[in-house]
C-alpha cells in the first residue's frame, strides 16, 4: 500500500480563488481525518469521516470552508474563497476502526497570497 | 473538554545526552496517549502509544495518571532524532473522535 495520498504536495494561489485539496486513504480505513497545522495554533483537526459519513466538523474554521467523501478512496477539502490566514499544511490522515494510530500524508502546503 | 500541553517548543541537547519531552494533558476520563514524530520535510509518523508499552528507537514514554503526564524518554540522544514531536490523546469510549495534539517540542540534537 502507498500510504495516504494528498495531492497536490504544494498549492500557491491568490486571496479569493477557490482551492481544492485532495486525499486517497488506506484502502480499508474507516476513518478519514483532514487536520491543518500551523506555526501558532499547531495541529488542529477540521473534520473526520467514519465509512464515508462526515461525523464531527466541528473544527472547520468557517464555511468558505468545505469536505466531501463521494467514496471510500477519496476525499476533498475545498477553500471557497481563499484567504491568506488559510496559508498552512494540511493534512489527511486515515485509521481503522478501534486502532488509533494514524497513518498521515505528506501534507499540502497551501499558501494563499 | 481535553488539552494536550507541551511546555517545551524547542529543546536542544547534545549527542549522547538524555532526552525528555514533557507533555500533560487535561482529560477527565481515562485517555489514550500517543507521540508522533515528523522529520524535517516528512509525515507525521506513529513513533508509540502508551498502550503498548514498548520502546521504539530507544524511546519510551510511561503514563502518569496522578500527574497527568506522558513524558518521552531516551537515555542517549542520537542526531538522527532531531525533528518535531507531538504528544496526542484520545478519548476512550465511543467512536475515533480525532486525536487532540499538543503544539509540538522541536527537538535539535547536536553533535
Known amino acids: 500500500d502507498a500510504g495516504v495520498i494528498q495531492s497536490p504536495r504544494h498549492e500557491v494561489t491568490e486571496m479569493g480563488q477557490e482551492v481544492t485539496l485532495r486525499c486517497k486513504p488506506i484502502s480499508g480505513h474507516d476513518y478519514l481525518f483532514w487536520y491543518r497545522q500551523t506555526m501558532m495554533r499547531g495541529l488542529e483537526l477540521l473534520i473526520y469521516f467514519n465509512n464515508n459519513v462526515p461525523i464531527d466538523d466541528s473544527g472547520m474554521p468557517e464555511d468558505r470552508f468545505s469536505a466531501k467523501m463521494p467514496n471510500a478512496s477519496f476525499s476533498t477539502l475545498k477553500i471557497q474563497p481563499s484567504e491568506p490566514r488559510d496559508s498552512a499544511v494540511y493534512f489527511c490522515?486515515?485509521?481503522?476502526?478501534?486502532?488509533?494510530?494514524?497513518?498521515f500524508g505528506s501534507g499540502t502546503r497551501l499558501t494563499v497570497v | 473538554a481535553q488539552r494536550v500541553t507541551q511546555p517545551e517548543k524547542l529543546l536542544s541537547v547534545f549527542k549522547g545526552a538524555p532526552v525528555e519531552l514533557k507533555c500533560n494533558y487535561s482529560?477527565?476520563?481515562?485517555?489514550?496517549l500517543f507521540w508522533y514524530v515528523q522529520y524535517s520535510r516528512q509525515r507525521l509518523q506513529l513513533l508509540l502509544r502508551h498502550i503498548s508499552r514498548e520502546s521504539i528507537k530507544g524511546f519510551t514514554a510511561d503514563l502518569n495518571k496522578g500527574e497527568t503526564s506522558f513524558h518521552l524518554k531516551k537515555p542517549f540522544a542520537q542526531e538522527e532524532d532531531s525533528a518535531m514531536y507531538y504528544c496526542?490523546?484520545?478519548?476512550?469510549?465511543?467512536?475515533?473522535?480525532?486525536?487532540?495534539f499538543g503544539k509540538g517540542t522541536h527537538l535539535i540534537i547536536q553533535p
Open positions: 496526542a490523546l484520545h478519548r476512550t469510549g465511543g467512536g475515533a473522535d480525532g486525536l487532540t
Open positions: 482529560y477527565s476520563g481515562s485517555p489514550e
Open positions: 490522515a486515515s485509521s481503522l476502526p478501534g486502532h488509533y494510530g494514524y497513518t
